[in-house]
């Protein structure tokens, strides 16, 4: 019997949305298997009106401390707060900060929420959501020539959440079920400008997640052939022949996070970053 995993506090604080924060609270917590994080995050902490309830939690569930705080008054107030309590408390920007200042030989504006203006970059992200919801599972094939990447696999290889996060960085996206003995798209074959990639898993992997979409299904819902292992390996071999045919990249995300899969996706077309 595995040994029950130890709790902690982890309190996250941000005068933004607290993405950032999250995003490094995570990564750091994940090297520490034995131990989970319980996280409180308070995102949009601008003023001491709102930091105190704050400091009041955090004195009510002691834990380690991380902000991304650019107000130095603000910051130098949870500094003190934490001392007081004896917690370990980290400003995470601030040491990013001083480096980009230190060899830029200027100093930080200091201003909130600067990553999340609404500029050029934040309007594109916008446009390529609103197109990869449009072209979601095979829709619309025939302006295929405007995607940036166009995702294709089986069924349950993760194409739509792998599109949407892609979107979100601002590439628009594409995907298209593969199923075994039926043609493409006639568009697909014609592509030039976007990057195809296909999306394969191993058949456990696909017939585990399939196995769970069928006992959330409505009962008239048939799923003998759609979790049977033989058929499945037939889809994927089916799958790969048309890849190889077509000279696509596939990548394996048996083992890949969204995240994961993004990044390699990305990685095959440097363009894209």
């Known amino acids: 019997m595995e040994n029950p995993k130890n709790y902690f506090h982890l309190h996250l604080i941000s005068d933004s949305t607290g993405e950032t924060l999250i995003a490094a609270g995570r990564a750091a917590a994940a090297q520490f298997q034995a131990s989970q994080a ?8 601008r ?58 030989g200027a100093t930080s504006r200091r201003r909130v929420g600067a990553q999340h203006v609404m500029d050029a970059e934040y309007f594109a992200r916008i446009e390529a959501l609103n197109f990869t919801m449009d072209h979601d599972d095979g829709q619309l094939p ?15 290889t ?9 979107a979100n960085r601002g590439i628009k996206t594409a995907n298209i079920p593969i199923v075994l003995d039926v043609p493409l798209p006639e ?12 999306l394969i898993a191993t058949t456990d992997r696909i017939a585990q997640i399939r196995h769970n ?20 390996a037939e889809e994927l071999k089916y799958a790969r022949m048309l890849c190889a045919r077509n000279n696509w990249p596939v990548i394996d995300v048996t083992r890949r996070s969204i995240e994961e899969t993004a990044a390699a996706i990305v990685a095959l077309r440097p363009k894209l970053r």
């Open 187 to 198: 568009h697909l074959s014609r592509v030039v400008r976007p990057l195809v990639v296909g």
């Open 213 to 232: 979409r069928v006992l959330g299904a409505a009962k008239d819902f048939k799923g003998e052939d759609y979790t049977d292992r033989a058929q499945i």
């Open 47 to 104: 003023n001491r009106r709102q930091l105190t309830p704050v400091l009041d939690a955090i004195d009510s569930a002691p834990g380690i401390v991380l902000y991304t705080i650019v107000d130095r008054e603000l910051s130098a107030i949870i500094d003190q707060r934490c001392r007081e309590m004896g917690l370990p408390c980290v400003s995470v920007l601030e040491p990013i900060l001083d480096v980009f200042q230190s060899y830029l």
């Open 38 to 45: 319980l996280e409180h995050v308070y995102p949009l902490i």
């Open 142 to 156: 025939s302006d295929l020539e405007e995607a940036d990447v166009i995702l294709v696999g089986i069924s349950r």
């Open 158 to 166: 993760s194409k739509t959440p792998t599109s949407i996060y892609l």
